[in-house]
């Protein structure tokens, strides 16, 4: 069965500078999808940044960028130049690739806290 | 704005009461989803539905019923529920149910007395 484990339930990071919140996954298949999300306060999950497996390259979203290690099964998420609006859960979540089933796991999440 | 709308926001209900909660996608999506979310856990998939047919149901208790009338709107129906079923239950959509991301709703908490 594939979990998803984000070890840091809360961070917190100064504005302006750079932060990264880790995840690890396990699992036995070799084609899915990976993702962060973060649901301010406010509640609204967000999509902030989306990685497919098979591609080498690592995604980025502006300030956003992730640390895609398919060997180690980690895939570490980093925000530049923290903002107050960054203020939020950061959930990492898997999903195998194909199939008519959407089984989207998550990760029980990283509360992170932007200070002033 | 996702495109997910969810409503009510807030729900406070008896364990005798019967409760809808509605989402509604304007994403033209074709897959929908209800997931819950409690204090301290993952957020876990309750229902998907593709193309208004149930597609997965992870063994989530009877008192708990979906319905979805149309590629837009998805229910969750509430009968006789029990205290420990206070969550945020959300609701996203996605293209289709096999590899496309996921845009979710704002959620509606809910409180069971």
């Known amino acids: 069965a594939q979990t998803v484990t984000q070890s840091q339930p809360e961070m917190s990071v100064q504005e302006a500078e750079t932060v990264t919140l880790s995840c690890t996954y396990d699992t036995s298949e070799n084609n899915y999808y990976l993702f962060w999300y973060k649901q301010p306060p406010s509640r609204q999950m967000i999509l902030v940044i989306r990685q497919e497996a098979y591609k080498q390259q690592n995604a980025t979203e502006n300030r956003f960028s992730v640390n895609f290690q398919k060997a180690a099964k980690s895939f570490s998420l980093k925000i530049s130049d923290s903002q107050l609006g960054d203020t939020a859960m950061y959930f990492c979540?898997?999903?195998?690739?194909?199939?008519?089933?959407?089984?989207?796991?998550f990760g029980k999440g990283t509360k992170l806290s932007v200070k002033p | 704005e996702t495109g997910v709308t969810q409503t009510p926001r807030h729900l406070v209900m008896g364990m005798t009461n019967k409760k809808s909660l509605k989402c509604e996608q304007h994403l033209g999506h074709n897959a929908m989803y209800w997931y819950k979310q409690s204090a301290k856990k993952p957020l876990e998939l309750m229902f998907v539905y593709s193309l208004e047919e149930r597609v997965e149901n992870n063994s989530v208790p009877s008192r708990f019923s979906p319905e979805c009338p149309n590629s837009s709107h998805l229910f969750l129906h509430l009968h006789t529920l029990q205290p420990e079923d206070s969550a945020l239950y959300l609701c996203a959509s996605s293209q289709g149910p096999g590899t496309d991301t996921q845009y979710f709703g704002p959620g509606t908490r809910l409180t069971v007395l």
């Open positions: 979540a898997f999903r195998h690739y194909g199939g008519s089933q959407g089984n989207l796991i």
